[in-house]
């Protein structure tokens, strides 16, 4: 599993690079606070892998899972996940959501 730091990822959104990113908390999180542009597939849905897989494209495409926090598992487990289900290109934004608000001072949902 290969992580994504919050540089890295603001770059990917700033050169508007192809990529997938995903929320995997509840719905219920997705609604409170998210990252403008991601999408909402929860880890613990059953179909997991194959939603991902459908909103992606194939198991190539870039995807970045994100969660709540560096003390949140929910992106480095969906991550490996997807990994051991054949994605190449998967990486985990470990800081999620909160350290996203923090350095964009976003306090909305959508920051």
């Known amino acids: 599993m290969k992580t994504i730091t919050y540089d890295e990822l603001k770059k990917l959104k700033n050169n508007n ?7 995997v908390l509840s719905k219920g999180d997705f609604e409170r606070a998210n990252i403008l542009g991601s999408i909402n ?13 459908k909103a992606a494209g194939d198991k190539t495409a870039k995807i970045v899972t994100y969660c709540a926090s560096f003390d949140c598992q929910a992106s480095k487990n969906a991550a490996s996940k997807l990994d051991a289900a054949g994605f190449t290109n998967v990486f985990a934004y470990e800081g999620g959501i909160k350290e ?4 964009t001072g976003a306090s909305k949902a959508a920051a």
Do not use: G, R
């Not at 597939?41 to 897989?53: C, K, M, R």
């Not at 996203?100 to 350095?103: D, G, H, L, S």
């Open 100 to 103: 996203w608000q923090e350095k």
């Open 17 to 23: 690079e192809k990529f997938t990113l995903i929320n």
């Open 41 to 53: 597939i929860p880890n613990e849905q059953p179909d997991f892998v194959q939603a991902v897989e």
